[in-house]
Nanobody, 118 residues
Framework: QVQLVESGGGLVQAGGSLRLSCVASTRFFTDYGMAWFRQAPGKEREFVAEIVRSDGRERYADSVKGRFTISRDNAKTTVYLQMNSLKPEDTAVYYC???????????WGQGTQVAVNS
């Protein structure tokens, strides 16, 4: 069982930046692929970015490519999402996720709200 706790959300103007953090409570952090998803009001949850478990590749949704960067600090059991050039359409609750199989996520955080004003 892995517990995930996100932080770093908030209100920002369009064009601004935020960095989200997600701390994982596990000694086996390096065994997990890590990802960020988001859910906007009235919409389904969607994939944002991931670090693939098997080879460490970074993958991004087309909508955030070139603006967002996912990274991890294994010593701190933390995954980050650096978000630059934010747009109003990035407004959503952002969720951290972890999984032991590529592209499969079984553990979820509680979410952190990001709001971008135009």
């Amino acid at each position: 069982q892995v517990q995930l706790v996100e932080s770093g959300g908030g209100l920002v103007q369009a064009g601004g930046s935020l960095r989200l953090s997600c701390v994982a409570s596990t000694r086996f952090f390096t065994d997990y692929g890590m990802a960020w998803f988001r859910q906007a009001p009235g919409k389904e949850r969607e994939f944002v970015a991931e670090i693939v478990r098997s080879d460490g590749r970074e993958r991004y949704a087309d909508s955030v490519k070139g603006r967002f960067t996912i990274s991890r600090d294994n010593a701190k059991t933390t995954v980050y999402l650096q978000m630059n050039s934010l747009k109003p359409e990035d407004t959503a609750v952002y969720y951290c996720a972890a999984g032991l199989k590529d592209y499969t996520y079984n553990y979820w955080g509680q979410g952190t709200q990001v709001a971008v004003n135009s």
